[in-house]
């Protein structure tokens, strides 16, 4: 059984449609590179329904030096592109040899140091810094090596040198890294679980206690203004941090306030449509992220109606900006206006737009994004505490087993498969 507090389910999962307009509010697009995920899609009978990314989604380009510059489908590309100097590619070279701190195992190395002590602070600033704007919006210095970029990490402790680890994941294949969506957008993923799950899925529920029972647990709540109480053997928490410290805090072993301290990044989804013949860029990717240090105040802006089809009316382009984060939080806080006002004076920059967009929207997210900074660690800790301390009473969500679609997709069925085995 799904209780859900809300009128729709999907949490992040919101897909606009308006006037022939079809905009992500939340996540973009799904990767298929996680079997889990393959396998949910399968399930769903979405796999014959997804739609891949045009071709053209395969170019990214960044923002640097006045204009925007395509960047290589894989890091080695680097060496023969005009995103670095000759001095930075040379850094790159001889990333092999960069040296290993003897305490590998420490988790608490910044992104920012782990980037710097291995490729150099060009290389940080010009494609890492704004890579990282592109998942977490989130600051590199703050940021833990090892659980915001643990494939990353990973590759240092097991192989020495990223180069090398790249190389070995090159040659040995992958699943695919190319996006994918659905013709109503991402939505229907969740749509299309909520119409399988059917009776199983309880809206306008909203929980207020979890009482621990001797065989197992009692859930209190209120829906559409009357109390109800439903016994459960299993109890599951796919929530943010800070609902899931409240919800736990009656619970006898389930000291878990320290969630709350987990940060966040607020970011700001600004949604624009235009005329094709008022912007002069062709579009012709999946679009562009913005370093920090540089003279742009959006992290970057997606360009949907390249990707997938009937993102936008015909004659017209969908473009999608992201403004805010861990180190621009005032710019969350700004009215409507303002935001609309500064994301567009940065995209007429960018991509030479001279008219007012035919249709916008703003959403906010707050508290937004997990960060998963120094000091990590004693989360999980505090998390793997609970589930120890207080058995059938599962933590699942993107502050504690990564932030992305397929990270969510993946920890949930494993968990899933865990009390099959167990109930058998």
């Not at 600051?139 to 970029?149: I, N, Q, S, T």
């Not at 040995?172 to 109503?184: E, K, L, V, Y």
Request: one cysteine or more; glycine letters at 10%.
């Amino acid at each position: 059984m799904l209780l859900e507090a809300a009128e729709r389910v999907g949490g992040t999962f919101e897909t606009l449609h308006h006037e022939g307009w079809c905009c992500e509010q939340g996540p973009n697009t799904l990767l298929e590179s996680d079997p889990a995920v393959a396998s949910l899609l399968r399930d769903t009978g979405l796999a014959t329904e997804r739609l891949a990314a045009d071709p053209t989604a395969r170019r990214r380009y960044l923002w640097l030096d006045g204009g925007l510059v395509a960047v290589p489908g894989h890091p080695l590309g680097l060496l023969r592109s005009s995103v670095l100097s000759r001095a930075a590619k040379f850094r790159l070279l001889r990333e092999p040899w960069a040296p290993t701190p003897p305490d590998i195992g420490e988790p608490d190395e910044s992104v920012a140091d782990f980037v710097r002590r291995r490729l150099g602070s060009e290389i940080l600033e010009r494609v890492v810094e704004p890579f990282l704007s592109g998942i977490y919006a989130g600051d590199p210095e703050r940021l833990a090596v090892r659980w915001a970029l643990p494939k990353v990490f990973r590759l240092e402790r097991d192989q020495g040198s990223l180069v090398k680890g790249l190389m070995a994941a090159r040659s040995g294949g992958a699943g695919s890294r190319h996006p994918i969506s659905f013709a109503g957008g991402l939505e229907a993923l969740t749509e299309r679980l909520a119409e399988r799950l059917g009776d199983a899925v309880r809206r306008r529920h909203r929980v207020l206690t979890i009482e621990r029972r001797a065989s197992g647990f009692r859930v209190r709540g209120e829906a559409d203004g009357c109390a109800f109480a439903i016994a459960a053997e299993h109890v599951l928490l796919a929530l943010p941090a800070s609902p899931t410290a409240d919800l736990l805090e009656p619970i006898p072993g389930a000291d878990a306030a320290a969630l709350r301290e987990i940060p966040h990044s607020s970011v700001a989804v600004i949604s624009f449509g235009f005329a094709r013949r008022h912007v002069d860029h062709a579009l012709d990717g999946f679009g562009f992220l913005a370093p920090r240090n540089g003279d742009l105040r959006i992290l970057g802006c997606l360009f949907p109606s390249s990707v997938f089809p009937h993102r936008a009316p015909t004659g017209h382009v969908a473009l999608s900006c992201f403004i805010g984060g861990r180190t621009d939080p005032a710019a969350v806080e700004l009215s409507d206006s303002e935001l609309l006002e500064r994301s567009a004076a940065d995209l007429d920059r960018v991509l030479g737009i001279g008219a007012a967009p035919a249709f916008s929207r703003v959403r906010r997210w707050r508290p937004g994004i997990p960060q998963y900074e120094l000091g990590h660690q004693r989360f999980l800790q505090v998390a793997d505490g609970v589930e120890r301390d207080v058995p059938n009473l599962h933590l699942l969500g993107n502050w504690r087993s990564g932030v992305s679609i397929a990270d969510c997709i993946r920890t949930a069925a494993e968990r899933a498969e865990g009390i099959r085995a167990g109930a058998d």
